[in-house]
């Protein structure tokens, strides 16, 4: 709060809590440049009233974000820490047809929920393994279809066919908690459900019970609701629970081209110049 109250213009992370109070300690602010696609920590229309422009860094990430989706979805379909934790434990005695069984990700049901940049990657990466793409999205993408092999359904079909649920959506009041235990219930008792997007799209005592009941088989997630989670969170201690720490975009090229890319927007608008990724166009000149 201090560091602003002169400040003509701000970089920030996802970490950082743009909100009214801090706007209004900001006398001078032009610009707040977010080093991240999702600009859910930020007050927009707060800065919007007050003629504040805002820009995030789509797109660098989008490639990124989807290699680990699928790490991710790779790891928990067939039991990857688990097997390291085996391993290191001792309980590696021989080969048997029945040690840390997983599932098939080749051949299986993909269903994608939040079909923009990121989604779209994730659904490239599923043709190579073979999968069946069923998407769900605010806005049905029929022109991608037939490229991407994959098919718009209703959000409870996408729920109640996909053997792995992956969500792309960004946090907004429409999406908070749309993952709670009524949508984990529709899904299949093998399912796997993968979130890189925020960690409060998901209801995490949902989670917890349905991993815990097994209503669903695992889940992998690049979020959570509190960063950092707690150390004794209780869903830390679920084996079938794989979970990363907001890694998504955290390759050394990656993060490099976000913060050119969160220098280059911050320096055009304190330029008087449009940015080029602006999340409230109707601020600027
Ligand atoms: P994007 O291109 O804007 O895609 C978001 C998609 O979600 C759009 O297709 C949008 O539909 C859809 N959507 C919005 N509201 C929805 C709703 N209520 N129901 C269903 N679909 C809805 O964004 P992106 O670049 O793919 O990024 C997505 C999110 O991933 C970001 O907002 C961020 O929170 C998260 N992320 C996380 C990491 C990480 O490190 N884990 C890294 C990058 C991004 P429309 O087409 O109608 O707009
Ligand atoms: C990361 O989570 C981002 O939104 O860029």
């Given at each position: 709060m201090a560091g602003v109250r002169e400040a003509d213009g701000l970089i920030c992370l996802l970490t950082d809590n743009i909100d009214v109070g801090l706007l209004d300690a900001a006398e001078h602010l032009r610009v707040v440049s977010t080093m991240a696609v999702g600009y859910d920590h930020i007050d927009v229309a707060a800065a919007t009233e007050r003629k504040i422009i805002v820009t995030n860094t789509p797109g660098v990430l989008t490639e990124t974000t989807a290699d680990l989706t699928f790490a991710l979805l790779l790891s928990a379909a067939r039991r990857l820490p688990e097997s390291q934790r085996a391993i290191r434990d001792g309980h590696w005695k021989s080969w048997s047809p029945t040690f840390l069984l997983g599932h098939d990700v080749y051949g299986a049901t993909l269903g994608i929920v939040g079909f923009g940049a990121i989604g779209q990657a994730v659904a490239r990466r599923a043709r190579g393994f073979d999968m069946r793409v069923l998407y769900n999205s605010r806005t049905a993408r029929p022109e991608l279809e037939t490229g991407l092999g994959c098919t718009y359904v209703a959000f409870d079909e996408l729920l109640e066919q996909s053997d792995f649920v992956t969500v792309h959506v960004p946090l907004t009041p429409e999406t908070r908690h749309m993952f709670d235990t009524a949508a984990f219930q529709r899904m299949k008792t093998t399912a796997i459900f993968i979130n890189t997007a925020r960690g409060s799209v998901v209801v995490e005592a949902d989670l917890q019970r349905a991993l815990e009941s097994k209503s669903i088989a695992a889940a992998a997630i690049d979020?959570?609701?509190?960063?950092?989670?707690?150390?004794?969170?209780?869903?830390?201690?679920?084996?079938?629970l794989l979970v990363t720490p907001h890694i998504g975009s955290a390759s050394v090229r990656t993060r490099a081209r976000m913060a050119d890319m969160a220098v280059d927007n911050l320096l055009a608008a304190l330029d008087g110049r449009p940015p080029d990724h602006c999340v409230n166009p109707q601020v600027l000149p």
């Open positions: 979020v959570a609701e509190s960063e950092p989670m707690a150390e004794h969170d209780p869903l830390l201690q679920l084996p079938n």
